[in-house]
């Protein structure tokens, strides 16, 4: 009886001992785990969920991450092959595929990112420096909202391969110097791009003179579309003009051509009495309270006043 109690007695203990000296852990679904002993690993990787056990005190669980983690660098200024600097600001994807190779070159987390950074920021300078810097900016040759007339030099030319196919270079180059670190890079992009501090006065103005290039087109444009509407009006309005003039000589010449009728129907009824109203007519116009005349005696302006006394 005590020999079985002393057994239990000892089980007991070193389940405490064990306990205390961490003989257990537990890896959850997100978490792989590596066991180290003074420092280096012991055995495989742990990458499965569950409670686990090592030797206490002299063994040590490391955990790492299974999700995708998150690489964003720091903006760098960049050249390009026409020789223009800018700042290109990426960002990437990555994950840990083989816990111990990563313990084993980077040690953690802390150490894949800072390794990262030579790497993704070492192959975007070398990428962007080879080609141009529409083929950073544009992905496709879709056509332009505006005429090619109306951009810069750099947006007319087509470009050949573009920002995704630059970024699937990165990443391809960046991914065959990780392979031997334990990491895969799932996915990169160029975050932003942006001109440097030096130039983007120049490129502004650039911009605000194109603009302005832009306006006085437009301006000199729809000058030359008034002057055509002012033009066109100016015609329709002589056409509008003479065609009324000549209905009003037309109905004028009617109305002269029938009072000429009705005097000579009047003048051939009684032509005595026609010549004495044309005659007073030319009293009334040209006589007056200050007139003086001179008249010959046998004039015919004459005979009407003498035939009154």
Sequence with gaps: MKQTALILAAILLLLIIATLGGAFFIVTETEQVVITQFGRPVGEAIVTPGLKMKVPFLQQANYFDKRFLEWDGQPNEVPTADKRFIFVDTYARWHIT???LFFQRLKDEDGAQSRLDDILDGETRNT????????????????????????????????????????QEVMKNASDRVKDLGIEILDFRFKRTNYSQVDRPKVYERMISERKRIAERFRSEGAGEAARINGDRDRELKTITSEAYRQAQEIQGKADAEAADIYAAAYNRNPDFYRFLKTMEVYQGTVDQSTTLLLGSKGEFLKYLDQSR
């Design 98 to 100: 083989e816990p111990l």
């Design 128 to 167: 962007i420096a080879k080609h141009e810097l529409i083929e950073v900016v544009r992905s496709t040759n879709r056509a332009f909202a505006i005429s090619p007339d109306d951009t810069g030099e750099e947006t007319v030319k087509k470009i050949k391969y573009g920002r995704g196919t630059l970024e």
